[in-house]
C-alpha cells in the first residue's frame, strides 16, 4: 500500500506563487513510479496537470506550460509542483497521483481575481 499527503495549498491573488508538496509512504511505494499532480475544478472532470517518471523526465498539461514545474526527491520520497503566475482558472483541489492508481486526498488552490 502507499500512502499520498498533498500539502501547500491555500488562497493567493492572482499572479502569485504557491508550492505543493506530495509526500509518499509505504513499504510497496518505489522511486520508480510516475508521480503527477492533476486537479478537479468544480463542476469539472479531473484533468493531468504534470507528471514526472523516475528519469526526471517531465510532462506539462498545455494551460500550465511555461508557469507550473514538477520535481522530485526520491531521497525523501516526495514530489513538488511549484506553481508561478498563478491564474484564477487554477482554483481546483490538487492531487497527487503515484504509478497512476495511488491518489493523495488534495489540498486546495484557490486563486483570488
Known amino acids: 500500500q502507499v500512502q499520498l499527503v498533498e500539502s501547500g495549498g491555500g488562497l493567493v491573488q492572482a499572479g502569485g506563487s504557491l508550492r505543493l508538496s506530495c509526500a509518499a509512504s509505504?513499504?510497496?511505494?518505489?522511486?520508480?513510479?510516475?508521480m503527477g499532480w492533476f486537479r478537479q475544478a468544480p463542476g469539472k472532470e479531473r484533468e493531468l496537470v504534470a507528471t514526472?517518471?523516475?528519469?526526471?523526465?517531465?510532462n506539462y498539461a498545455d494551460s500550465v506550460k511555461g508557469r507550473f514545474s514538477i520535481s522530485r526527491d526520491n531521497a525523501k520520497s516526495t514530489i513538488y509542483l511549484q506553481m508561478n503566475s498563478l491564474k484564477p482558472e487554477d482554483t481546483a483541489v490538487y492531487y497527487c497521483n503515484a504509478a497512476g492508481y495511488y491518489w493523495g486526498q488534495g489540498t486546495h488552490v484557490t486563486v483570488s481575481s
Open positions: 509505504g513499504r510497496t511505494f518505489s522511486r520508480y513510479y510516475v
Open positions: 514526472i517518471n523516475s528519469r526526471f523526465i517531465t
